[in-house]
């Protein structure tokens, strides 16, 4: 019986080809680690001149950004006063008839202490009060700071903290029913800051709403009060502009809006005699005939 070709081969030779193969397959191997360590890419060094640099650049886009937004906005603090000065800020130049405005923030009032102001070198002669916030939360300090104004011979003011989630008639007529206005007070004020989820179009109709439902009640036009950015922004139109402006602007040697405007809050830090805790600070823009003109007349009564 002939065998084949594989039958016939020896075991010996078969053994020695796989030897071969395997030191040929292991020298490869070897090569090919050689090569790729020769192809090895080795990170570079960074020059020292260059990380100085960036360096630099971190430190003065971190100090930029320190003075922009923790600084810049409040400079005005460190200005010199040139005798200026007055409740512990620098007092605008050219007004003569000053207010604060005060809430329970501010806790118990000396009002004793703080009559004493009237007569200062830079006399108070108004206080605006917060009186209710939305639909239905009131100031617990209003009722006796009200009151204790009056006594203490301060022409005195109500605001309502305005909130765009809640109805504006409904925060109207919850105004209505918890400050009773008297002749001789100032009119009643409409505090606008924040915009909530409503657009610019319905944030300017419900403020009018408030405004235009009180002014029904008590027959005077009602105070609005915002920063200017926030009026310039939000509550600018032909309508709203007719009603007596206060303007929050800190920190400025002057008001910075172009349209007219009656009270400028100029400062959040006042430190004021009979009050514990920091008030803000406000100039009236007129004689004091003039704001006792525009205080409710005595032919109203509600």
Known sequence: MIKSKTQRSKPGKTKAKSRKKSVSASRR???????????????????????????VMIVFV??????????????FRWKP???????????????????????HYQGNINWEELAINRTSPYPIH??????????DLSDKNFPQNFEKARQSGFIRGAYHFFTSKTDALKQAEFFIRTVK??????????????????????????????LLRVEEHYGVKPILYASYKFKNKYLNDSLLNTY?????????????YEGKWNFWQHADIGRVPGIKESVDLNV??????????????KTVDK
Not at 84 to 94: D, E, S, T
Not at 186 to 201: A, H, N
Not at 284 to 297: A, F, H, K, M, Q
């Open 181 to 210: 206005l008297m002749p001789g007070d100032l009119p009643p004020v409409l505090d606008v800051e924040v915009v909530g989820k409503r657009s610019k179009k319905e944030l300017k109709e419900s403020v009018k709403q408030w």
């Open 29 to 55: 191997s070897v090569k090919l680690n050689k090569r790729s360590r020769k192809t090895k890419i080795v990170p570079r060094h960074t020059p020292d001149w260059l990380k100085a640099l960036l360096a």
């Open 244 to 256: 007596p402006y206060w303007i929050a602007h800190y920190y400025v040697d002057s008001v910075r």
């Open 284 to 297: 009236y823009n007129g004689s004091l005939e003039e704001l006792i003109g525009l205080t409710i007349p």
């Open 126 to 135: 108004f206080v605006f009060m917060k009186a209710t916030e939305g639909g």
């Open 62 to 75: 971190f100090a930029a950004g320190f003075y922009y937004f923790f600084i810049r906005p409040y400079s």
């Open 81 to 103: 006063c040139y005798g200026q000065k007055a409740y512990g800020v620098c007092m605008p130049y050219g007004y003569s008839i000053h207010g604060i405005d005060i809430s």
